[in-house]
């Protein structure tokens, strides 16, 4: 381990940010990248190369150069250059604490590095840290609170611990508090959307073949043109009305496909409505179907769940709909007053 005496005109020297600095720190943050998007390295193997690259930008402006060192590490460099006192390039947020925040934040590998910082102190004031916590606390909470220099400061001056962990704890997590929702109003084209599907036209199925449904197929008709979001319908013997039963979505290349898996045949795993179907065919049921296209493509998802969310919210059955449902709203019920009945 390091002493006093080894690096003692570097404990004392104003610090002065090193010009590869900016070169090292582009480096570490490109280590970090590539680790983190690496699928062959074991989790525990990125996490020793993340602590690595936080290591290496602590050291950017040198190893025994940092910005901070304690006042004790000062005095004694100062006082007593020969001192054989042992000293460490301590991180101040521990670099095990930067890997996990490194994880957690693929995206802001370059903002959370750029927050790593480091403090030159003497092995005993290390063991005095408070380990309950991460950043300037673990120095202020420590046994003896222990004071800091910024040696960018001429001359030096002693930092405010609390004031320097309110700036350090704002950078690499800002509050969700301070974050405003990005909003957009759809709702007049998902009640387009609702209209046409489910006001629009809707198409009788026929069931040629009742016994064996896979000998049936849809009208020619339907499958001309691509669809993405698609409504099953069904009344019983001699009704009039239709009857909702199933709002579902799938990409505009498979959407008949998927209609044909419900109504007449799927394979073994895929799931659909396919038995339902059955027993509505075998107790006469008529079906019918109505489709819509809805582009871009990915917002198909986004109108069957609105629209599941809408219909069941106005007391809409979709019994065959087990996502995205939404409670019946509530009716007030106001109660009517009424005299008292005369006594007889």
Known sequence: ???????????????????ESREIIQSAVALANAVLRHKAILPKHKRKMLKEAAWLVSEADGKHSTRYRTKRVVELATKDPQSQIKIQHEHVVPRAAIADQLFAHPNRVAEILNTVVACIVTQDEHNQLNREFNGWKRYSMARARIEVYDMEKVPPELVNLEELEDQRATVPTPSLRHMSA?????????????????????????????????????????????????A?????????????????QRENHAGWKRVVQHLFYKSEETGSKLDLVKEGVSRGDEFAVSAILVEPDCLRLTVECELIHAVTREGGKLPWNQKHRSKPAKRRVVPISSSPSPRP
């Open 1 to 19: 381990m390091d002493t006093i005496s080894q690096h003692s005109s570097k404990l004392i020297a104003r610090y002065i940010p090193s010009p």
């Open 232 to 248: 099953i319908w069904s009344r019983g013997i001699g009704g009039t009305d239709w009857s909702l039963l199933y709002i579902g």
């Open 182 to 230: 990005i909003a957009l109003d759809i709702s007049a084209f998902v009640e387009r959307c609702r209209t046409a599907l489910l006001s629009g036209e809707r198409t009788p199925i026929e069931f040629v073949d009742k016994e064996n449904l896979r000998n049936n197929c849809l009208p020619t008709l339907l499958t001309q043109r691509s669809i993405n979001v698609y």
